[in-house]
């Protein structure tokens, strides 16, 4: 069975722009989390789907949205990219809300 | 809310020995879970191995063992005959599962393994 794959792997944004990261969970999943990491953060929580709707948010502001799919994919959207936003983002997907999670291999974004 | 501590930012241990990773925890409630994951430099993070806090019994996977204090709030990771490939930044992370909750995942800031040959 293919594992949780997230694309690109690599962005590179300039300040001010926006971008789009996707994730497909492993298939049957139903529920997809996204991550946050950074060297000075670490891992922080985004936000949760399941099923299509959000279900939890992390403390991101607006900026940082995302949505889920009928067939599970989910996509995640920074608007008005900030410096700050540099950062590997994980997404991981389990069976239910309350399963194990899977991790993605991330994506590395570089705002300059 | 919850917070989970790793106070060794990293750790060194030579080939097949063993080495224990620390971890603490801080939470109000009674069940949840609790996680080792593994990132290696390749960046996947890779589940290593997990405990119920309702399990009094140590989980083991292979060469991988916890030592689960839920009084103390302390969740150590025990790695058996250490392989260079056990190299990695290790986190610790707690789960809830309590009806209701946010199911998400709580980590500590890591420790970076390294294993000498």
């Known amino acids: 069975k293919a594992g949780v794959t997230q694309t690109p792997r690599y962005l590179i944004k300039t300040r001010g722009q926006q971008v789009t990261l996707s994730c497909s969970p492993i298939?049957?999943?139903?529920?997809v989390s996204w991550y946050q990491q950074t060297p000075g953060q670490g891992l922080q929580f985004l936000f949760e789907y399941f099923s299509e709707t959000q279900r939890n948010k992390g403390n991101f502001p607006g900026r940082f949205s995302g949505r889920q799919f009928s067939n599970s994919r989910s996509e995640m959207n920074v608007s008005t990219l900030e410096l700050g936003d540099s950062a590997l983002y994980l997404c991981?997907?389990?069976?239910?809300?309350?399963?194990?999670?899977?991790f993605g291999p991330g994506t590395r974004l570089t705002v300059t | 809310a919850q917070t989970v501590t790793q106070s060794q930012p990293e750790m060194s241990v030579q080939e097949a020995e063993t080495v224990t990773l620390s971890c603490t925890y801080d939470?109000?409630?009674?069940?949840?879970?609790l996680f080792w994951y593994k990132q290696p430099p390749s960046r996947q993070m890779i589940l290593v191995i997990r405990q119920e806090a309702y399990k009094q019994q140590n989980a083991t996977e292979n060469r991988f063992s916890v030592n689960f204090q839920k009084a103390a709030k302390s969740f150590s990771l025990k790695i058996s005959d250490s392989q260079l490939g056990d190299a990695a930044m290790y986190f610790c992370?707690?789960?809830?599962?309590?009806?209701?909750?946010?199911?998400?995942?709580?980590f500590g800031k890591g420790t970076l393994l390294t294993v000498n040959p």
């Open positions: 298939s049957g999943h139903r529920s």
């Open positions: 991981a997907s389990s069976l239910a809300f309350r399963s194990e999670q899977y």
């Open positions: 992370a707690y789960r809830s599962n309590s009806g209701g909750s946010n199911y998400k995942l709580t």
């Open positions: 939470t109000s409630e009674s069940d949840y879970y």
